[in-house]
């Protein structure tokens, strides 16, 4: 199961890129066409504050759109970013799952099971202030110090459950259907490591 999130991130690059360009199309337009100087000058100011994001992604778009695969199968997770590779093992993977956060106004889901993940996904669909990742836990500290492709994503954490380590490995995801997708490669590959979806 192979999930191309380089694809995802241009897309959404491209998507951010034509919004804010159209905006400050617009606004320069209606700049250039106002009939009085007080239209004209707040025109021009929206124009800028929209050129401020659009040459913010202008600049990212390199890294943006650099090839960034991730990928389950029978030996583990796989993940490519810019032609570099790693694999890193189920056998040193002690649990992996789907982290994240949402406001205080949305009330908490203790459940277990797939009702609990169709149930978690449905709040946070609606829902545009959360935080998605995959996080995945290694057996050993020193596994993470083994898989260099991943140190942009190394950090140390609370672990959700007694038992597992501080160090894991946790990748963003900027909409929970991106991340119901990586969720279905444990699922499926390793159904005995998969902690399913927690805050």
Excluded: C
Aim: charged residues 20%; hydrophobic residues 50%.
């Amino acid at each position: 199961m192979q999930i191309n999130l380089g694809r995802v991130r241009t897309v959404r690059a491209i998507a951010f890129t034509i919004l804010f360009l159209a905006l400050v199309a617009g606004f320069v337009w209606a700049a250039a066409t106002a009939p009085d100087t007080a239209t004209r000058v707040i025109g021009i100011v929206l124009a800028v504050l929209a050129g401020i994001p659009l040459l913010l992604v202008v600049v990212s778009l390199p890294r943006l759109t650099r090839p960034s695969v991730l990928r389950f199968d029978d030996r583990g997770i796989a993940y490519s970013y810019d032609g570099a590779s790693t694999v890193v093992p189920w056998t040193d993977i002690s649990a992996v799952g789907i982290a994240f956060e949402i406001p205080v106004d949305i009330p908490s889901i203790d459940l277990s099971g797939i009702l609990a993940d169709k149930l978690v996904y449905d709040v946070l669909k609606v829902n545009k202030s959360r935080k998605i990742s995959l996080e995945i836990f290694p057996i050993l500290p020193e596994t993470l110090d083994h898989h260099p492709v991943l140190a942009n994503y190394r950090q140390n954490l609370r672990p959700p459950k007694d038992g597992l380590g501080t160090g894991i490995w946790r990748m963003p995801f900027p909409s929970p259907r991106l991340a119901r997708r990586v969720a279905r490669g444990p699922q499926k590959y390793a159904p005995q490591l998969y902690l399913g979806w927690y805050r």
